[in-house]
């Protein structure tokens, strides 16, 4: 198994680009997480999703969209991206309380 | 207030040393309590978990809640400098299907 795979790994944008990073996992989890990661901030919900179909705002979600359209898929999107949105951004899945990450995106906004 | 938090350090500490990480959370409802370990540019992963008050040992690891002072502690005994990490204590919300997380301690065992 695989586990969580996130791409890409890495990403440098400018300002007003979009992109969409990607996530997957192989382990039949319902509830998928997409986080970022800052230096003193900690881990930041963005979105999560409790099933195929479905979608919910996490602590920061502005800024960013995800849909779920595959259970094993789960994408995060920016639409125009700012300087602020630079980050490390981590995907999860669970069945229950254990969250499985992926390895991170590294992204620059530029 | 954050609902769970912890000292971001960093703690540096010699091998062999015994290592001490503690978090405070403020809702009286969590129940269950993890530990998260984070290698360098690496995703969490988790460590340990307990349900309830007292202590649980792994190795050496002891995963340590107090709730009626709303503390969580972690010891890692003869400290080793694979143990160098960022550690996250993190509790389930209420539903259970998300997860709070404390911004992470980051830990340097040196040799």
């Known amino acids: 198994n695989a586990g969580v795979t996130q791409t890409p790994k890495f990403r440098v944008l400018k300002t007003g680009q979009s992109m969409t990073l990607l996530c997957a996992q192989d382990m039949n989890h319902e509830y998928m997480y997409w986080y970022r990661q800052d230096p003193g901030m900690g881990l930041r919900l963005i979105h999560y999703s409790v099933g195929e179909g479905t979608t919910a705002k996490g602590e920061v979600p502005d800024g960013y969209n995800v849909s779920r359209l595959k259970k094993q898929n789960f994408l995060l999107g920016l639409e125009s991206a700012a300087p602020s949105q630079t980050s490390v951004y981590f995907c999860?899945?669970?069945?229950?309380?254990?969250?499985?990450f992926g390895p991170g995106t590294r992204l620059t906004v530029l | 207030q954050k609902e769970v938090e912890q000292d971001p350090g960093p703690l540096s500490v010699p091998e062999g040393a015994i290592v001490s990480l503690n978090c405070t959370y403020s809702n009286s409802a969590f129940q269950y309590f993890m530990w998260y370990r984070q290698y360098s540019r690496k995703g969490p992963e988790l460590l340990m978990y307990?349900?309830?008050?007292g202590n649980k040992e792994d190795g050496r690891f002891t995963a340590q809640v107090d709730k009626s002072s709303k503390y969580i502690s972690l010891f890692i005994r003869d400290s080793q400098p694979s143990d160098s990490a960022t550690y996250l204590c993190a509790s389930p919300n209420t539903g259970g299907f998300k997860t709070i997380f404390g911004a992470g301690t980051r830990l340097f065992v040196k040799a």
């Open positions: 307990t349900y309830s008050s």
């Open positions: 999860a899945s669970s069945l229950s309380n254990e969250q499985f």
